[in-house]
């Protein structure tokens, strides 16, 4: 069993940047792949970005190539999504999610955190 906890939303203006973080409990941490996932209002939940057990591996949604970084630091039991140049149409809630596959579909993931809005201001 794994519980994470999203933080570092907020509001912003266009061009500005965010750093979320994803806390996991458990010993567990570093077996697991993790992914972001967003859902804006009205809208189904979309991949952003994906990390391998190691971190050694990433990989995005087109949209957010070269503005966004994912990264993980398994002796703290994190993960981050660093969002830079930030559009408003990045406007959503933001998951973090845990599963055994270094994948981007949503079903996939065994373990969901409860989101952080990220709202972004034109």
């Known amino acids: 069993q794994v519980q994470l906890v999203e933080s570092g939303g907020g509001l912003v203006q266009a061009g500005d940047s965010l750093r979320l973080s994803c806390a996991a409990s458990?010993?567990?941490?570093?077996?697991?792949?993790m992914g972001w996932f967003r859902q804006a209002p009205g809208k189904a939940r979309e991949f952003v970005a994906t990390?391998?057990?190691?971190?050694?591996?990433?990989y995005y949604v087109d949209s957010v190539k070269g503005r966004f970084t994912i990264s993980r630091d398994n002796a703290k039991n994190t993960v981050y999504l660093q969002m830079n140049s930030l559009k408003p149409e990045d406007t959503a809630v933001y998951y973090c999610?845990?599963?055994?596959?270094?994948?981007?579909?949503?079903?996939?993931?065994?373990?969901w955190g409860q989101g952080t809005q990220v709202t972004v201001s034109s």
């Open positions: 999610a845990a599963g055994d596959q270094y994948i981007v579909i949503p079903s996939a993931y065994d373990y």
């Open positions: 458990g010993r567990t941490f570093s077996r697991y792949a």
């Open positions: 990390i391998n057990r190691s971190g050694g591996s990433t």
